[in-house]
């Protein structure tokens, strides 16, 4: 059974930082595309980045940009998203996806979901 399991979420002030971790198991990892989404409350889930299967980042959210980081260990099975300059816009539970193959930005597109990290940006 696939599985996605992310951590390192938490609180932590305006302007600081924290790094996201994905880990996943039962899945041909270095076939797979990897994105994470986030989802405020009352708000759909959006895309933040995602990167293919060689390493290349297919991009990212706007509103991120400049202060989000991706990257992936197709050897420990594992992508990170690394958080700088936090807002407290950022504030989501934060999902990973795997999606085999496809270098794509569409939640629905996405094959497999971790359950979840809160981050909560205070102000």
């Known amino acids: 059974q696939v599985q996605l399991a992310e951590s390192g979420g938490g609180l932590v002030p305006a302007g600081g930082s924290l790094t996201l971790s994905c880990v996943t198991s039962?899945?041909?990892?270095?076939?797979?595309?990897m994105g994470w989404f986030r989802q405020a409350p009352g708000k759909e889930r959006e895309f933040v980045t995602a990167i293919r299967w060689t390493g290349d980042i297919i991009g990212y959210a706007d509103s991120v940009k400049g202060r989000f980081t991706i990257s992936r260990d197709n050897a420990k099975n594992t992508v990170l998203l690394q958080m700088n300059s936090l807002k407290p816009e950022d504030t989501a539970v934060y999902y990973c996806?795997?999606?085999?193959?496809?270098?794509?930005?569409?939640?629905?597109?996405?094959?497999?979901w971790g359950q979840g990290t809160q981050v909560t940006v205070s102000s």
């Open positions: 039962e899945l041909t990892f270095s076939t797979y595309t």
């Open positions: 996806a795997a999606r085999h193959w496809a270098a794509v930005t569409t939640a629905v597109r996405y094959e497999y």
